[in-house]
């Protein structure tokens, strides 16, 4: 229990990705101050609204206090924890031997902390011997991961945040980074006022991020390739190419730069291709080639989508190029939206990864098989997000346990996961709270977990830099970790000696170790200097960035000189496929929806939803429409709309705005039903993914608005 004693803890905020430090003085009532903390080295005490907020969401309202199981009579009943979890492993167990380890699935969130991913992965891949355990991370930044992969040969982000404040160009595709990035759009613009750098915004939707005097490129969707291989063609015609560079750490580049001629061959042909002005498209690609330090930031726009992985690579084959990766102030860099979306790809938390990043490898299967004397290792990928939900709703999956994560809102075609949930055999879920959208579909059993300011662990962000989240409250009722309501089950189902852990401490000193088994260099996650630490240098760990190899001094940035992870040590040329949305629209479905996030709210809203002043920027459910389709649908601003697509229909408020672009909706995810409006916009989505990452495409679903 935390003694209330108002010492002021050190933590990370509980939302994005950019992992800003916060100070939160606990008031001995449940609540604390908050604010920034001065001395982290992503935010310098600065915080956005969402994270100078969280002192107003730490009440009890609607959280989930004990265990809980669904007595014969339909009723949620309390029960203790030993039963709750007696009955989950009972039931995990009789799953596995009846249909084997493919049966039974966990679905994880960017909100677990690193300690948490790594239990839930080692029980899964390495006991149960089932790599169906993913994560909505798969819904953030999967296509980045598989990007790098292709590129890197291993899942790095090669700069970190000092490079947005050093470049002399800043470029945006796919990212409003001013609403959910906000603490680093503020540097970039510390930047530009400071030292002058210019900006290019690459959006379909003209968003609070393009500033006056910033370059905004309104591309048509699902078009980013051509623009990026257009810009690789005029840097080779411009002589703008480091050929050195290319030469000797790269490989790939002839055939990359033939399928770019392909696809866009010159100036016009972008142009034509992304919808966008000859003049506009020749004032980026000449920005860009005679500007050293730029740095190319890239976010959902480019990762949810059914060619995101493409997109990243398209990017990246520019910075291969000109040989500005890894350099200050000139990098790709992708920025990923929650907390902990890189300590979950860190410890093997997608389907697709086995952990520390190794792959299904024979040899890291056998490597990890031995760190963890695991006694059934997983072989071959599991199924990622969208997969494993389609595998529940035709009865394959028969047993998934949810936790911190609410895919009835979440996930595209939400309705059709609803439907899936209600066929599984047992369905568990880990929660803060007591009901929610996938609670309420028909939960066996919830487990009450630790909630931010009463969980403590590691948090990796965008820059790789680890941080620490520590505890500064008592956790209410029966509250655990997660980590051990997983080591508690793992212990049942008869894998006690793998999961003896008694803190967090305990998990990341394992888990630092694995990192450097058998690494010597060849893998690019290494925090091998860090897996001695004794349990107060965990309570005193101040944010480290990645890697952190025994005897090996810091490194902020990769690739700068090659060293690559491919067995060659040379970074590939990926030549993209022409770009090409999946669907069509059609006469009944004539537009195409964007959904995205606003810059108040937090996913589903179960936290942010309890800031009133949070509420007041945007307090409502709405679709974003251009003025010419509001006409041409007989809409006003302010009136009540409903968006169809093949998937489902919501009603959504209208707000006619030339931020849009013709033939585009946007609506945002937040509200469900749990949070009283019914407008789960995820229910509209089309569960159509990227044949790589797995990456749901999230912007360009064909839909039809009509008056309310
Ligand atoms: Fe929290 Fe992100 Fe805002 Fe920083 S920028 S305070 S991490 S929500």
Same mark, same amino acid.
């Given at each position: 229990a935390i003694d209330p004693d108002l010492r002021t803890i050190s933590t990370t905020c509980a939302y994005c990705g950019v992992g800003c430090g916060i100070l939160a003085t606990p008031d001995g009532r449940g609540g604390a101050a908050i604010s920034g903390d001065p001395a982290h080295p992503a935010n310098f005490g600065r915080l956005c609204s969402k994270g100078s907020a969280l002192g107003e969401t730490l009440g009890l309202t609607n959280r989930l206090l004990y265990p809980m199981i669904r007595c014969g009579k339909g009723i949620m009943e309390r029960v203790a924890w030993s039963d709750a979890l007696d009955h989950v492993a009972h039931r995990f167990q009789h799953i596995i031997a009846r249909d084997g380890p493919g049966a039974v699935a966990f679905y994880l969130s960017g909100q677990l902390l690193t300690e948490d991913y790594y239990v839930a992965n080692k029980l899964m891949k390495g006991f149960i011997g089932s790599a169906n355990v993913d994560t909505n991370s798969r819904l953030c930044m999967a296509s980045s991961v598989a990007g790098h992969r292709r590129a890197f040969g291993a899942d790095t982000v090669p700069g970190c945040y000092e490079d947005l404040d050093e470049a002399d160009l800043l470029v945006l595709v796919g990212s409003n980074a001013a609403w959910c990035h906000p603490v680093l759009y503020q540097r970039m613009l510390v930047n530009k006022q400071q030292r002058g750098a210019r900006m290019i915004v690459i959006d379909p939707r003209r968003t609070d991020t393009v500033g006056d005097d910033d370059l905004f490129l309104g591309l048509k969707p699902g078009t980013d390739t051509a623009l990026f291989s257009g810009l690789l063609i005029y840097l080779a015609d411009n002589g703008a190419l480091d050929r050195d560079y290319i030469e000797r750490y790269t490989s790939g580049f002839d055939d990359a730069i033939a399928r770019a001629r392909n696809m866009a061959g010159s100036l016009s042909a972008t142009a034509l291709a992304t919808g966008l002005s000859e003049q506009d498209v020749a004032a980026f690609f000449q920005m860009f080639a005679s500007t050293e330090r730029v740095v190319t930031m890239y976010s959902q726009g480019v990762n949810q989508s059914a060619q995101g992985t493409d997109k990243v690579n398209a990017i990246v084959n520019c910075h291969l190029a000109t040989g500005r990766i890894g350099k200050p102030g000139a990098s790709p860099f992708s920025l990923t939206g929650q907390p902990n979306a890189m300590g979950g790809r860190e410890v093997g938390g997608l389907a697709n990864q086995l952990a520390a990043h190794m792959g299904f490898t024979p040899p890291d299967i056998d490597r990890v098989r031995r760190f963890w004397k695991a006694p059934r290792i997983a072989t071959h990928e599991g199924l990622k997000a969208v997969q494993m939900f389609e595998a529940i709703a035709r009865g394959e999956i028969k047993a998934l346990w949810v936790m911190g994560t609410n895919p009835a809102v979440s996930l595209p075609n939400a309705d059709g996961v609803r439907e899936a949930l209600k066929k599984l055999e047992l369905f568990v879920v880990s929660e803060n709270v007591i009901s929610n959208d996938t609670?309420?579909?028909?939960?066996?059993?919830?487990?009450?977990?630790?909630?931010?300011?009463?969980?403590? @662990?590691?948090?990796?962000?965008? =820059?790789?830099?680890?941080?620490?989240?520590?505890?500064?409250?008592?956790?209410? @009722?029966?509250?655990?970790?997660?980590?051990?309501?997983? @080591? /508690?089950?793992?212990?049942?189902? @008869?894998?006690?000696?793998?999961?003896?852990?008694?803190?967090?401490?305990?998990?990341?000193?394992?888990?630092?170790?694995?990192?450097?088994? =058998?690494?010597?260099?060849?893998?690019?996650? &290494?925090?091998?200097?860090?897996?001695?630490?004794?349990?107060?240098?965990?309570?005193?760990?101040?944010?480290?960035?990645?890697?952190?190899?025994?005897?090996?001094?810091?490194?902020?940035?990769?690739?700068?000189?090659?060293?690559?992870?491919?067995?060659?040590?040379?970074?590939?040329?990926?030549?993209?496929?022409?770009?090409?949305?999946? %669907?069509? !629209?059609?006469?009944?479905?004539?537009?195409?929806?964007? %959904?995205?996030?606003?810059?108040?709210?937090? $996913?589903?809203?179960?936290? !942010?939803?309890?800031?009133?002043?949070?509420?007041?920027?945007?307090?409502?459910?709405?679709? /974003?429409? $251009?003025? &010419?389709?509001?006409?041409? $649908?007989?809409?006003?601003?302010?009136?009540?709309?409903?968006? %169809?697509?093949?998937?489902?229909?919501? !009603?959504?408020?209208?707000?006619?705005? =030339?931020?849009?672009?013709?033939?585009?909706?946007?609506?945002?995810?937040?509200?469900?039903?749990?949070?009283? !409006?019914?407008?789960?916009?995820?229910?509209?989505?089309?569960?159509?993914?990227?044949?790589?990452?797995?990456?749901?495409?999230?912007?360009?679903?064909?839909?039809?608005? %009509?008056?309310?």
């Open positions: 609670v309420d579909v028909g939960v066996h059993v919830l487990l009450p977990a630790q909630a931010w300011g009463e969980k403590s @662990g590691t948090v990796t962000n965008s =820059e790789r830099c680890i941080s620490r989240q520590r505890a500064f409250l008592s956790p209410p @009722g029966e509250a655990k970790p997660d980590w051990w309501i997983m @080591g /508690e089950v793992a212990r049942r189902l @008869g894998f006690g000696a793998g999961f003896d852990f008694h803190s967090a401490a305990d998990i990341f000193r394992e888990h630092a170790a694995l990192s450097a088994f =058998e690494n010597e260099g060849a893998r690019d996650f &290494d925090i091998g200097a860090l897996q001695s630490l004794s349990d107060s240098d965990f309570d005193a760990m101040v944010p480290v960035q990645w890697p952190v190899r025994q005897g090996n001094e810091p490194q902020a940035r990769f690739f700068a000189e090659g060293g690559f992870f491919a067995n060659d040590f040379k970074a590939r040329f990926v030549a993209p496929e022409i770009p090409a949305l999946r %669907t069509e !629209t059609t006469a009944a479905r004539p537009l195409r929806l964007n %959904t995205g996030r606003i810059r108040d709210q937090w $996913h589903t809203m179960t936290r !942010t939803g309890e800031s009133p002043r949070l509420g007041q920027h945007l307090p409502e459910p709405f679709v /974003e429409v $251009h003025p &010419d389709d509001a006409a041409r $649908h007989g809409l006003a601003d302010g009136d009540f709309a409903r968006v %169809t697509t093949d998937y489902g229909q919501c !009603t959504l408020r209208v707000i006619v705005s =030339e931020r849009q672009q013709r033939g585009m909706l946007f609506a945002p995810i937040h509200w469900s039903e749990a949070n009283a !409006t019914g407008a789960r916009v995820g229910s509209l989505v089309a569960p159509i993914t990227d044949p790589f990452s797995g990456q749901p495409e999230n912007k360009a679903t064909p839909a039809s608005i %009509t008056p309310y």
